[in-house]
């Protein structure tokens, strides 16, 4: 069984920035993409960004030009480079793999992620 270990939320100020990594460890089996989701108090649960083992990235347009997506496969390893942050960014953030473009994986167990003005 793959376990997804989260770092890096916290509490910023607006305009701030912060880094999100998320380890997959465990069963050796092959990680088609990783990335993130958040939920906001109140709201339902929405794709952040994603990254496949080839690189293609996908990112929800709020997050276009100020958050970053990368990966260390050889680690897999994700990180998430959040910048500009703005209130509305607030809420936990949630990792996650996918087995194949069909398959999900499993969720990581959340990091608060809190956006002060």
């Known amino acids: 069984q793959v376990r997804l270990v989260e770092s890096g939320g916290g509490l910023v100020q607006a305009g701030g920035s912060l880094r999100l990594s998320c380890a997959a460890s465990?069963?050796?089996?092959?990680?088609?993409?990783m990335g993130w989701y958040r939920q906001a108090p109140g709201k339902q649960r929405e794709l952040v960004a994603s990254?496949?083992?080839?690189?293609?990235?996908k990112y929800q347009d709020s997050a276009k030009g100020r958050f970053t997506i990368s990966r260390d496969n050889a680690k897999n390893t994700v990180y998430l480079q959040m910048n500009s942050l703005k209130l509305e960014d607030t809420a936990v953030y949630y990792c996650?793999?996918?087995?194949?473009?069909?398959?999900?994986?499993?969720w990581g167990q959340g990091t608060q992620v809190t956006v002060s003005s």
């Open positions: 996650f793999y996918d087995l194949s473009p069909y398959d999900f994986g499993s």
């Open positions: 465990g069963s050796s089996i092959s990680i088609y993409a």
């Open positions: 990254i496949t083992t080839g690189g293609t990235t």
